[in-house]
């Protein structure tokens, strides 16, 4: 079953989704949107999400609509300048991911939130929120392949290939989440959840997307990739930690249990035999790469920081329906 549009957060937004319902005209993006904001992002979750699974009511033909394309090519434009804006930049590659194993990469430390203090509640937002990226995960960094050679294009595959279970549709990291959520007496049905979804967690999932989606940015792919290996295994203790506490559903801890011994071994792959392998056949993209791992750290630290702050207002993390 195809997922419903999303209520619109703006004039940008409510124009495009209009646009793709009933063949009203597509918006002219304004120059000086917010690039971290709610109209920018919900409208750029829409234009990607063609290329995922769609919409219901909305004809596929949309995907490559070149006024379509040209609208979601202004929206990246202003996310992406925020990006190289907003990040520290460079091209040392090594030192980037020493310090990703000694920072935490969400914010003010929303796993180790977790651990500690969460509530089951708070823990059950966590799990909704994050379901925008899980239960596609892996996906958008399939279409870099096509754009790598040798060595780097064959180490990714084999992440990916354990991301989509081995060849066992049971062990998809998509279907663990799924079974995650269920665990937890969510909804697993995809995009769900993407109305409560704030900017700050469609902007980890658009990010991924957009580098996805260019030849142009594929070092930033790829450095992206490395950087959620690498701090994925940490996170995944604490909320292992946090579950334990609750007496979770299997379900809900196996997802985070195989994650912490596989990414392990991605973190090594990826950085190694993808990375290390990349620069040395087009040691140019340094700077790219630089750019997926910080501009990672940044909306990742920006959603931990949404979360946090509401939380400790006493507030829900989730958009109000
Ligand atoms: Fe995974
Ligand atoms: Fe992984």
């Known amino acids: 079953m195809q997922p419903t549009v999303p209520a619109a957060r703006g004039e940008v937004s409510a124009a495009l989704i209009e646009a793709l319902t009933s063949d009203g005209h597509l918006p ?37 609509d070149p006024g379509l394309l040209s609208v979601r090519r202004d929206l990246e434009r202003q996310f992406l300048e925020a990006l190289r804006r907003d990040v520290g930049g460079g091209t040392d590659v090594a030192g980037e991911f020493d310090e990703l194993l000694v920072l935490p990469a969400d ?19 966590y799990f909704a929120l994050r379901s925008i ?55 697993s049905e995809y995009l769900h959840y993407q109305d409560q979804a704030p900017a700050a967690m469609l902007a980890v999932v658009n990010l991924m997307s957009m580098f996805g989606l260019h030849r142009s940015l594929r070092g930033a792919l790829v450095g992206h990739f490395a950087a959620a290996e690498i701090s994925t295994a940490p996170s995944a203790k ?51 790469v630089v750019l997926g791992i910080q501009a990672t750290e940044l909306v990742e630290a920006r959603f931990g920081e949404h979360v946090l702050q509401a939380w400790r207002a006493g507030e829900s993390a989730l958009l109000p329906t």
Not at 30 to 58: I, K, S
Not at 136 to 142: L, N, R, T
Not at 246 to 273: K, N, S
Request: proline share 3%; charged share 30%.
């Open 28 to 64: 002219v993006v304004l120059a000086d949107m917010d690039p971290y904001g709610e109209d920018l992002h919900l409208a750029l979750h829409v234009c990607y999400e063609l290329h995922y699974r769609g919409f219901a009511g909305v004809s596929d033909d949309w995907e490559w």
């Open 107 to 125: 914010g003010e430390g929303l796993s180790g939130y977790l651990a500690q203090e969460a509530e089951r509640w708070q823990l059950e937002e």
């Open 133 to 187: 990226y899980h239960l596609k995960e892996a996906d958008p960094h399939v279409w870099v392949i096509p754009r790598l050679q040798g060595q780097p294009k064959a180490a990714l595959v084999a992440v990916e290939y354990d991301e989509f279970g081995g060849g066992r549709a049971e062990n998809l990291h998509a279907k663990l989440y799924a079974d995650l959520l269920d665990g937890a007496g969510l909804s």
């Open 238 to 288: 604490n909320i292992v930690t946090a579950l334990q506490r609750f007496d979770a559903d299997e379900r809900c801890v196996r997802f985070y249990t195989e994650h912490i011994e596989a990414d392990a071994v991605h973190e090594q792959v990826m950085r190694h035999d993808v990375v290390d392998a990349l620069l040395k056949d087009e040691p140019d993209l340094a700077a790219d």
